[in-house]
């Protein structure tokens, strides 16, 4: 893990946070911070909207990013948009942030206990 951001998020999240589903350990973990939760299908109009109107602050997690092929194909493109600093892929939900703090684009794959 090269991201101390990501392994702060992995450590202190992920495996101590006790919650009773993802969408909770992400709004206590990133308490402070604009959490938008996208629950339906992925619609590229609907993320280019957002995306006009994003906060540094901003984080959107998207539901079911590998629900289908169609879907894995949309996720893809929206973590490789040039705005998003940092993705990570938690199989369940992606996850994308928009920090200028974030010198280089990352990426990061991370096994989440279904």
Known sequence: MHSPF?????????QKIKAASLKELLRTYFTGKKLVFMEEQLA????????NNIKPDTIIAIKDIHA???ATDE??????????????????YGLLFFD??????????????A
């Open 6 to 14: 990501v392994y702060a998020f992995i450590e202190d999240g992920i």
């Open 44 to 51: 590229t109009r609907q993320v280019k909207i957002l995306f």
């Open 68 to 70: 289908t092929q169609a």
């Open 75 to 92: 996720w893809d493109k929206l973590s490789s948009n040039p705005q998003v600093r940092l993705s990570i892929d938690l199989y369940q």
């Open 100 to 113: 200028p703090a974030f010198k280089q684009k990352q990426h990061f794959i991370v096994k989440y206990p």
